[in-house]
């Protein structure tokens, strides 16, 4: 069973910058999408980035332009460069790798733990 643990987040003041990373503890031999997802207190989880398998990107309106999603070749997993962060910006942060398991290629995903990344204003 893979793990995913995330790395990188912090309190950093607004219009700073940190570089978000996933680690799997086991081998991701291929994936349908992986992705960073955000909730902050009292919200729903909320998708701000994700990189399909055939490199198309998505990321969330509020995001755009700041933020930019990349993937370790090798491990399949991904990171996000978090730029110009805002106080709204605020909120534990998780990766998500999207798979097809078994021999009916049932989707699954993985989830990390999350990383808090706070905003100060």
């Known amino acids: 069973q893979v793990q995913l643990v995330e790395s990188g987040g912090g309190l950093v003041q607004a219009g700073g910058s940190l570089r978000l990373s996933c680690a799997a503890s086991?081998?991701?031999?291929?994936?349908?999408?992986m992705g960073w997802y955000r909730q902050a207190p009292g919200k729903q989880r909320e998708l701000v980035a994700i990189?399909?398998?055939?490199?198309?990107?998505r990321y969330a309106d509020s995001v755009k332009g700041r933020f930019t999603i990349s993937r370790d070749t090798a491990k399949n997993t991904p990171y996000l460069q978090m730029n110009s962060l805002k106080p709204e910006d605020t909120a534990v942060y998780y990766c998500?790798?999207?798979?097809?398991?078994?021999?009916?290629?049932?989707?699954?995903?993985?989830w990390g733990q999350g990383t808090q990344v706070t905003v100060s204003s």
């Open positions: 998500n790798v999207n798979v097809q398991r078994g021999p009916a290629r049932r989707p699954y995903d993985y």
């Open positions: 086991g081998r991701i031999f291929s994936y349908t999408a």
């Open positions: 990189i399909t398998s055939g490199d198309t990107t």
